[in-house]
């Protein structure tokens, strides 16, 4: 808590816009006026992810964009390989005034070769700027991220080297190296920015070490730590999804590529989850999604119990991607920033009947598992 309130004041000092825009989005998540209220309308998103690029230096086994089972529809068109940086600033300048928060992902981020020029337009922009890594390149970009004032890295860690390893190949080393490289330059040159958090992915390989994890956060003195759970899918999941949009003229495409057969042993990863919550640790540890103690079991091993049928991204948050489509995940592209700008898309017919259809009928088979869902 104390971690937590302290990262909110520095936060706010840096940046006195971001205070009020984590103040404006409690208001809007705890009364969702436009989601009961507007028939498919909606405020304008608090986080704006962009998918730099579709290339990554890594083949992490359970990866559900290049793991074991990739969807290669959704790697399409070379052309596209990297966002084209113009259409970044257009939509940057565009939606500046409201100040969302930019969640820089992919594929691998620091691989996209307008990184830099990205980073320093933001920060003159004074946006908040996140950007989710696998950390391979940190040590390289240590210097800058530390001088461009990026305001949180979230490194891709799943555990202590031997676990980690299985699933990212042999990285570990060199990812603790970038952590430690860029905590001393802060240190040196008396800055508080990036913070870093790790975001540890729960696998098969790592599913018994989630409390060694928290301790080898610890012991990196990294600012918080999270516990993902797996977004995965079946032949059956997939073929009710696209039976589901089957008739929709919205487009979809389907990226469900993690195929999840067994190996975590839900009444540990119960146990550990519990003995995690209950503990006393120096850092802010949180789960994703905050799965409820008794579903947790059902989430590994039934496809089709019915979690809440609930999902408020498309009125939350956008997600762009290296073509420039644009929608509310990716397994939902909507329209194209290319040729229209994001005014004319955010409240535009498609976006606002894929919202109705969505508070109407509920989710897709698809979204159960999904790591984008806003509740
Ligand atoms: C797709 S990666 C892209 C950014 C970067 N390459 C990385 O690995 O951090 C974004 C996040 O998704 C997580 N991820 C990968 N496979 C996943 C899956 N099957 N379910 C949920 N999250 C997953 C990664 O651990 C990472 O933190
Ligand atoms: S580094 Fe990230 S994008 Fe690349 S394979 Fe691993 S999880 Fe996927
Ligand atoms: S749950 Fe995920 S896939 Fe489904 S609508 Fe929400 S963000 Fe999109």
């Not at 964009?65 to 300048?93: A, C, H, M, R, W």
């Not at 329209?335 to 894929?354: P, Q």
Request: with cysteine; hydrophobic share 35%; glycine share 6%.
């Amino acid at each position: 808590m104390k971690g937590r309130i302290a990262n909110l004041i520095r936060n706010s000092i840096k940046n006195p816009s971001y205070a009020l825009q984590v103040g404006k989005n409690k208001v809007i998540s705890l009364t969702n006026l436009d989601y009961h209220l507007l028939n498919g309308y909606s405020f304008l998103p608090s986080v704006i992810r962009i998918d730099l690029t579709y290339r990554c230096n890594l083949k992490c086994k359970i990866c559900f964009e290049f793991g074991e089972n990739p969807q290669q529809t959704f790697k399409s068109g070379k052309d596209y390989e990297n966002i084209p940086f113009e259409y970044l600033k257009t939509v940057i300048d565009e939606v500046s005034f409201f100040k969302p928060t930019f969640y820089l992902s992919g594929g691998e981020p620091l691989l996209y070769p307008g990184i830099i020029e990205l980073l320093e337009y933001l920060q003159n922009k004074k946006l908040y700027c996140l950007i989710n890594t696998n950390g391979v390149l940190l040590e390289k970009y240590a210097r800058d991220l530390v001088k461009l004032g990026v305001d949180k890295i979230i490194v891709s860690i799943d555990g202590p080297e031997e676990v980690h390893d299985l699933n990212r190949g042999k990285t570990f080393k060199k990812i603790i190296e970038g952590i430690k490289v860029i905590k001393d330059i802060k240190k040196r040159e008396n800055r508080y920015f990036p913070l870093i958090r790790i975001n540890s992915l729960i696998t098969p390989f790592n599913s018994e070490h989630l409390e060694d994890t928290v301790t080898m956060a610890e012991k990196l003195g990294i600012d918080s730590l999270t516990f993902q759970h797996p977004m995965f899918s079946n032949e059956e999941v997939r073929k009710g999804y696209v039976e589901c949009v089957k008739n929709d003229k919205l487009n979809q495409i389907n990226i469900l590529g993690f195929t999840y057969e067994g190996g975590i042993d839900t009444d540990s990863l119960l146990r550990q989850i519990t003995n995690i919550k209950s503990k006393k640790i120096k850092i802010p540890v949180n789960f994703y999604p905050d799965i409820k103690i008794n579903e947790i079991k059902y989430y590994y091993s039934d496809l089709n119990y019915k979690f809440e049928n609930k999902c408020l991204s498309a009125w939350r948050k956008v997600i762009i991607t290296p073509e420039g489509k644009i929608g509310p995940c990716v397994n939902h592209l909507l329209d194209n920033i290319s040729h229209k700008s994001f005014r004319e898309i955010w409240n535009s017919s498609k976006y606002v009947t894929f919202r109705k259809n969505l508070k109407k009928n509920g989710l897709f088979p698809s979204c159960m598992r999904c790591c984008l869902r806003e509740y």
